[in-house]
């Protein structure tokens, strides 16, 4: 067994102190409570190497972390550690173990080799094929050394022999899609040598300053390279802080050599620290407010669906985010575990409504049927939230005479909806947004906001901005995805960034109650695989129908108020995945050619769950002109026009739109009449022909 210097969590005696910036200057350490929001949520923790300095200090901020000593779990033997792993079952592993000791891995490096090395990858193996995350802790030595300010891209150049080691865990925790490495460097709680370098210069830590970190980055979104510490200082400079009677020394004057400076640019840290990182963690029910929140899909690591690349390289190494989906045991409420900046997503969004025929009807049929219900005509206003390119306006205007707005955050989008006559204020609806509109234009008698409310972070905030503007009688509509036709369906693919939430009658009803509201009709909806539409008005004004009574009935009866519905969901949903994969490898195997339909969000997270790329799938077919040319995130996979389908027409076409399925299958007649095949894979694969769609 290793003594107690080679436990996880120690780092070089000789490597540089650090200081934190966002630390007690004086080097006290943060009050624990500080962080206990981290662990509020249903996570659960491995830390390798427990009884290091690390996992005394992580103990004290979880409590409830699984921290084995090296007595207990050997890095070294994959098989227990396997078994370990499949015993306990961990959302994120913190790998800290390592052989530290720089002079005595130079004199006989066989141990790092196994422990820094093998044990690394062997932790790597054991997470891979479980969507668990992997932290690993590096060192700041991976770099040379000889300037300090280094940033996560900055190329490597190990410093020694134990600093290489390291560097070549890293490789190893690469394989792992769901990773974070962290290079730093920290020390025990005191400073244990009487002398201190003042020319070595670092952002060296005292391990409780810098465990908070630790934990924190650990259970944020964050992923590959990141940089923990603190501001760039010497060593001297740090000793002092914690033991004021040490000596200067010089570099020169010690009998080894070390690095002059590995501080560490700290920027990307700091700036999800900040909130002004491209992505946060969620932590807190947006409906109630709940902190128990746990995770029952797992899709693995997502790019952005609607980020089409320029190139196939571009679209491959694109940055990924976990996909997960969590339920709230409070108040049933299915949301996405972390959340993305909302101007990455919509600032110029490439999904235009116009193009989907298939919606222009539904929003005309929606017109037609609210012009009675609501007594709409032209003295009345509409205003439409996330409007898009104005199709949903552009059919109550014609078909009521109604005024309308348009609010979408696009700028794109907002100019082609004012260029088809549908005014458009190009901002995200907030409560500022909503003083404008009345402002402008009037308090409208209904509000729509179709396939946008499930992409709502602040929900409270946005139906304060609703009911501020809306006329007293006035009506907000909302069109989503329907939680129980998400489950029933297995409509995995509908989770993707900009889906916030998968919303059911339950927390609805909950989360309306508390805003003054009241939902007052629910109607089912074909459109998009199963959509509600919700009918909602200020509290009191109008009676709840018997509808609304009848579906909460049926989610409850159904099991959809309990954590172990969903969990029995997702592994139905693993088991489809993995069909979905056999059955076009079966088919490739076969020399089958095979593209697809509809560069969709949905579609994106299909083919990256699949892990699709152009051996699988040749091209996708898409009409959008601003999708043309690009390429599908994460895949590579090319987007073409129609025109390539008639020149190149494969075996078979994967409808990745298949909420659209009939549209597309009749407009495709003269692929279909080329015995082409399509392949439908949601709710299960199928392979159909053109027959079994004919026009009406």
């Given amino acids: 067994m290793y003594c107690a210097r080679f436990l996880l969590g120690t780092q ?25 929001h981290l662990m509020e949520n249903d996570v659960k923790l491995l830390l390798t190497g427990g009884s290091g300095v690390l996992g005394t200090e992580l103990q004290k901020l979880a409590p409830d972390l699984i921290a084995p000593s090296q007595d207990d779990l050997d890095v070294t033997d994959l098989a227990a550690f396997k078994a370990f792993i499949d015993e306990v079952n961990p959302d994120v592993v913190i790998h800290a173990a390592a052989i530290t000791n720089n002079r005595e891995i130079e004199a006989d490096p066989s141990l790092a080799l196994e422990v820094n090395i093998k044990g690394t990858a062997n932790v790597a193996l054991a997470c891979l094929g479980r969507r668990t995350r992997l932290v690993y802790l590096s060192t700041d030595y991976a770099y040379l050394g000889d300037r300090g300010g280094y940033t996560e891209t900055d190329p490597i150049a190990p ?22 490495i962290l290079r730093l460097s920290f020390g025990a709680r005191t400073f244990a040598y009487p002398v201190a370098f003042t020319d070595k210069w670092s952002s060296k830590e ?81 409906v109630c407010g709940s902190a128990e929140l746990a995770t029952y899909l797992d899709l693995g690591m997502m790019p952005l669906a609607n980020n089409l690349a320029t190139s196939a390289i571009l679209a491959q190494t694109m940055e990924r985010f976990p996909l997960q989906v969590m339920f709230c045991k409070s108040c049933a409420l299915s949301q996405l575990s972390v959340l993305v900046d909302p101007e990455l ?65 696009a700028q794109n989008l907002g100019e082609l909806a004012t260029a088809r006559g549908i005014p458009t204020i190009s901002k995200f609806w907030s409560m500022q947004v909503a003083q404008e509109l009345v402002e402008r234009y009037g308090r409208p008698k209904l509000i729509t906001a179709t396939n946008v ?13 609703v009911k501020h503007c809306l006329r007293e009688d006035g009506v907000l509509m909302l069109e989503f995805p329907y939680l129980l036709e998400f489950i029933k369906e297995r409509e995995f693919d509908t989770v993707y960034f900009e889906h916030l939430s998968f919303i059911a009658c339950l927390p609805l009803l909950e989360l309306m109650a508390k805003e003054g509201l009241q ?178």
């Fill in 12 to 36: 070089p005696a000789s490597a540089q102190a650090r200081g934190n910036s966002q630390a007690n200057p004086k080097g006290c350490a943060p009050d624990a409570r500080n962080n206990a």
């Fill in 159 to 180: 410093f020694n022999l134990y600093a290489w080691t390291k560097v070549a865990g890293e490789a190893a925790v690469r394989a792992v899609p769901n990773h974070l």
């Fill in 206 to 286: 005292y391990v409780d300053l810098l465990a908070p970190d630790i934990l924190e980055a650990a259970l944020s979104p964050l992923t590959g390279v990141l940089h923990l510490g603190g501001e760039r200082r010497s060593l001297f400079e740090l000793a002092k802080l914690r033991r004021p009677d040490v000596k200067p020394i010089a570099r020169a004057e010690a009998p080894h050599d070390s690095p002059r400076d590995t501080s560490l640019d700290l920027e990307r840290w700091n700036a999800y620290r900040e909130g002004r990182s491209n992505v946060k963690a969620h932590r807190r029910c947006r």
């Fill in 345 to 409: 997503l919509f600032a110029h969004y490439t999904y235009r409504s116009s193009v989907n025929k298939g919606y222009i009807l539904h929003c005309r049929k929606m017109a037609q049927e609210l012009k009675g219900r609501l007594g709409l005509g032209p003295d009345e206003l509409v205003v439409d939230i996330a409007g898009n390119d104005g199709a949903l306006l552009g059919e109550f205007k014609s078909e009521l005479g109604v005024a309308v707005v348009n609010v979408d955050p």
């Fill in 453 to 465: 409310f499930a992409h709502v972070d602040d929900v409270r905030a946005f139906l304060r901005a």
């Fill in 519 to 696: 939902v007052f009709d629910v109607q089912p909806q074909a459109i998009h695989g199963g959509t509600i539409r919700v009918f909602i008005g200020n509290e009191g004004r109008q009676a709840p129908t018997a509808a609304v009574a009848a579906l909460v009935q049926e989610e409850v009866e159904q099991g959809f108020d309990r954590f172990e519905t969903y969990q029995d969901w997702a592994h139905e949903i693993d088991a489809l995945v993995a069909d979905l994969k056999a059955q076009v490898r079966t088919l490739k195997q076969s020399g089958a050619r095979i593209a697809a339909f509809g560069a969709s969000a949905k579609g994106n997270t299909l083919l990256n769950v699949c892990r699709f790329n152009t051996d699988s799938i040749e091209y996708i077919v898409d009409d959008t002109p601003e999708k043309l040319g690009k390429f599908s995130p994460g895949t590579g996979i090319p987007i073409v026009a129609r025109s390539v389908l008639a020149a190149s027409p494969p075996d078979y076409l994967v409808i990745l739109a298949w909420n659209f399925a009939k549209e597309i299958i009749q407009s495709t007649l003269a692929y279909g009449d080329q015995g082409g095949r399509y392949i439908i894979p949601i709710p299960a694969f199928r392979i159909v022909s053109q027959s079994e769609f004919p026009s009406t």
